[in-house]
């Protein structure tokens, strides 16, 4: 029986591992968890903290008004789509036998240089990625709960590809 994608990233290795060798993928969705990252939460805070300040300005509608008005409501329009993607589970993170997808982005394994230890930022906590042209990305936290078992898991699959 499957594994659903949005429980995959609250499994452990075995449970990866398992759907790995038996369909030669796994499907990570984003979890509902992610809506209370530190990220989310910064977000929001900018959004909510400016506009405290202009809807006290409401009556004295200036320049500085429309212009905060604005940032306002561009910065409302990014968090709400931010939890809009994950409430719809995207982007989603697939390990499969060709190499890893994030979103629409593809990395097959022969480009991946080095999978760094997870690292814990103020933001967010992630996963670097380090290609073999010098570049790099990062898986976030919010499709795998235990980051350390997942870079385990990567290096794993990521030296059994190379041999």
Do not use: C, N
């Amino acid at each position: 029986m499957p594994i659903p994608p949005s429980l995959m990233g609250e499994l452990g290795v075995e449970a990866w591992d398992a759907e790995y060798r038996r369909i030669g993928r796994v499907v990570f969705r984003p979890r509902r968890r992610a809506l209370l990252s530190r990220q989310m939460m910064l977000s929001w805070l900018v959004v909510v903290v400016p506009s405290v300040g202009t809807v006290a300005d409401w009556d004295s509608r200036g320049v500085w008004f429309y212009v905060r008005a604005a940032i306002i409501l561009l910065l409302l329009g990014t968090a709400v789509s931010s939890v809009v993607r994950i409430l719809r589970g995207k982007p989603l993170l697939v390990v499969d036998t060709e190499g890893i997808r994030l979103g629409k982005g593809f990395t097959p394994w022969s480009a991946v240089a080095t999978i760094g230890p997870p690292v814990k930022a103020f933001t967010s906590d992630h996963v670097p990625i380090r290609l073999t042209q010098g570049d790099s990305f990062t898986i976030p936290r919010d499709h795998v709960d235990d980051l350390a078992a997942f870079t385990t898991w990567l290096t794993h699959l990521h030296t059994e590809r190379r041999t």
